[in-house]
């Protein structure tokens, strides 16, 4: 059976951060070439958007794919997709603000309260950003079980995220749906992956 031993780290990431990056060079490519669709700012908006949960869901299934085909350096990624999912969400946020608002700030109230699932998003926004502002060792250490409990916090986003989803679209809420549905399942496994840890950690004591 393979096994990732401490040499594949590197290769690892690059991987990963080929895998992040070629959408963003996809998304350049049409803007310049004109391919966006008749509308080119809610695509951009959309593709970002979704960019953010699908690095999401690649965050929260590195855990389970680890443990079950016992794959530890893997654990090792996770801080650098995470900060992709923030780095996305970023976008996201940048977008709607500069090309759907024109930064007019004093719209951004009037648009939370007419269009609630912008709160959502702005929620789910905040967590990301403590998330990645603790990230770093040096932060984890000082913070001690905190960071733990903080951290825990990105099973809200996974939440919060399709539920955002979801409310933004008008019409074909499948994809939306599948999403959130998918989401759900996910959270589900990993909280059960817990409870048979620590399980199998009470019996071994």
């Not at 996809?26 to 699908?54: E, F």
């Not at 994809?175 to 990993?190: A, D, K, T, V």
Request: net charge positive.
């Amino acid at each position: 059976m393979f096994r990732l031993q401490a040499r594949h780290l590197l290769p690892l990431k690059i991987a990963f951060h080929l895998i992040a990056l070629v959408p963003l060079v996809v998304l350049v490519w049409r803007v310049l070439n004109d391919q966006l669709g008749g509308d080119p700012v809610q695509y951009i908006i959309h593709y970002t958007g979704m960019g953010a949960i699908n690095s999401l869901i690649a965050v929260l299934l590195i855990s389970p794919v680890a443990k079950h085909f016992k794959l530890g350096l893997l654990m090792q990624t996770r801080r650098l997709v995470g900060l992709y999912v923030f780095a996305y969400a970023s976008l996201h946020i940048l977008a709607f603000l500069s090309l759907d608002l024109l930064f007019a700030w004093q719209l951004l109230l009037s648009e939370i309260v007419k269009r609630p699932y912008i709160l959502v998003g702005a929620t789910a926004y905040l967590i990301l950003l403590l998330l990645a502002i603790t990230s770093f060792a040096r932060v984890k250490r000082a913070m001690g079980r905190r960071w733990q409990q903080l951290h825990n916090w990105v099973y809200l986003v996974a939440l919060l995220a399709p539920i955002h989803f979801y409310w933004s679209v008008k019409s074909e809420v499948i994809e939306p749906s599948l999403y959130l549905i998918g989401l759900i399942c996910l959270l589900l496994i990993r909280v059960n992956l817990k409870q048979l840890q620590r399980r199998l950690s009470l019996r071994a004591n």
